[in-house]
């Protein structure tokens, strides 16, 4: 058993991202200005991934594993000090995206992946109640997706390409960080 970082995130972490966003001149249209909100999502979503792991090796008891998921989404779902209103909804969007990686991951932990049903009929489900303005509901499936791609289920990035533009597609979109966390759980580097 090997001994867990006793940081999995933390608050500097996140400023230095958000410094850099507030320092680059961004275009969502650019490719360097996407790759850096991606790499903001995707290195919390390593984050997660990482308690994820040291949980399930037995590293972390189920609470500790619980509390530190909690530190990060205090952290990464804070109010940004940007004064640039569209880095802020930029930011933002990231945060959205970042929602249901949490909820997937304490839903994991707490409870274990569904029984039956796959990633594509949680987050077909979550469609369906996001459309009937059920949020809550959507976001609890759209958590079972998170929990069976933490279990290894893939995650097939078609299945956004159907849906409206909204809360799930968003989602998606930061489960999909969580995908890639899973697989491949190392640092993005902060490299200028």
């Known amino acids: 058993m090997s001994n867990p970082p006793t940081e999995f995130y933390s608050e500097e972490r996140w400023q230095n991202w958000i410094d850099r966003i ?20 995707d ?30 989404r205090e952290i990464v779902l804070s109010e940004v000090d940007i ?22 991951a304490e839903e994991f932990i707490a409870g274990g992946p569904p029984e039956e049903g796959s990633v594509g009929d949680y987050l077909g489900a979550a469609a369906d109640a996001e459309a009937d303005e059920e949020l809550d509901a959507a976001l609890g499936y759209a958590a079972q997706a998170g929990t069976l791609i933490i279990d290894g289920e893939a995650l ?3 299945v956004a390409e159907d849906l409206e ?13 969580l995908q ?9 580097e902060e490299d200028e």
């Open 22 to 41: 507030k320092d680059e001149e961004i275009d969502p249209e650019d490719e360097d200005s996407a790759r850096l909100l991606l790499n903001l999502q």
């Open 43 to 72: 290195d919390t979503a390593i984050a997660i991934a990482k308690i994820v792991a040291a949980y399930d090796d037995g590293d972390l008891e189920q609470e500790n594993a619980l509390e530190e998921i909690n530190k990060v």
């Open 83 to 104: 004064e640039d209103e569209e880095k802020l909804i930029l930011v933002d969007g990231v945060q959205t995206s970042l929602v249901c990686v949490f909820f997937a």
């Open 156 to 158: 097939d990035m078609g």
């Open 165 to 177: 533009y909204g809360l799930v597609t968003e989602w998606i979109n930061g489960l999909d960080s």
């Open 180 to 188: 890639s966390a899973m697989s491949d759980p190392e640092v993005v």
